[in-house]
């Protein structure tokens, strides 16, 4: 059961990594607040079967197919956005998950750069194309997402956590620097959280060990992240900036 935001009803949101996991769940979420919503990934197929169920629970959305590491098509993301949904009041960039283990030593240089690309300078590019828009009018929520592995050393790949570490800076930074403009910028970092992907690829006594890592007993679900996203792009955190929210079950607390 999502918790009630009255002001998103009414509000533009742009959710990249829209098309599965935490995104698609992201964006039907503040469908239900009463937002429009442009979800934004690759995959044409799954976006429309994301946007064909908030419509049918009679909410607005819109697909937008584009690689969010390509800045050109992230700007053609915000002209179809804003000429069929208006102006972008939230940005949820979401885009990313490279974490796949690698050991440090077999990290290629490809590698390093792709998951960094995929990751990071994703959600550099996405801010580009839309924080102008935000200052001009004077108000905007941006949201990054991070990872629980940007927060302390874990399995993922080297990468990977440097890539969320530098999210966590990337948002205090901005936050920082154009918070007197109007602008709120945070950060969510989950932890396990089970998507499709996860259920589909790791067997279920794997998903029990992992759930009894965390203080609360239970992996994380897609509903947890979007309601942090709900409550961070509200005025119930009208005063809240420059945060990184650790979705984790408890396993990390700092």
């Not at 959710?15 to 992201?26: C, D, K, L, Q």
């Not at 941006?142 to 790949?157: E, K, L, V």
Request: glycine share 10%; proline share 4%; hydrophobic share 45%.
């Amino acid at each position: 059961m999502l918790s009630d935001y009255p002001d998103l009803q009414g509000k533009t949101a742009v959710v990249t990594g829209g098309s599965r996991g935490i995104g698609a769940r992201t964006a039907r979420a503040f469908a239900a607040q009463g937002a429009a919503v442009c979800a934004v990934g690759r995959d044409q197929e799954a976006l429309d079967a994301v946007i064909a169920d908030i419509t049918d629970r009679g909410g607005t959305a819109v697909a937008a197919v584009a690689d969010v590491t390509d800045s050109a098509a992230l700007n053609r993301v915000r002209r179809q956005a804003e000429s069929q949904l208006g102006p972008v009041d939230i940005l949820a960039a979401f885009a990313g998950g490279q974490g796949h283990p690698t050991p440090s030593t077999e990290l290629t240089e490809q590698r390093w750069h792709e998951v960094l690309d995929s990751d990071l300078t994703s959600a550099f590019l996405t801010i580009q194309a839309f924080l102008p828009g935000m200052l001009e009018r004077g108000r905007g929520s941006i949201i990054t997402m991070s990872s629980a592995a940007g927060r302390q050393p874990s399995r993922a790949n080297l990468a990977y956590g440097v890539a969320n570490a530098g999210l966590v800076m990337l948002t205090r930074h901005l936050a920082a620097e154009i918070g007197p403009r109007g602008v709120r910028v945070n950060s969510i970092a989950p932890s396990s959280i089970r998507t499709e992907k996860v259920e589909a690829n790791m067997p279920a006594d794997i998903q029990q060990k992992v759930a009894a890592m965390h203080p609360l007993g239970r992996m994380g679900t897609t509903e947890d992240v979007a309601q942090t996203a709900l409550f961070l792009a509200s005025d119930a955190a009208a005063w809240l900036t420059g945060l990184t929210v650790d979705v984790t079950g408890g396993r990390i607390t700092n």
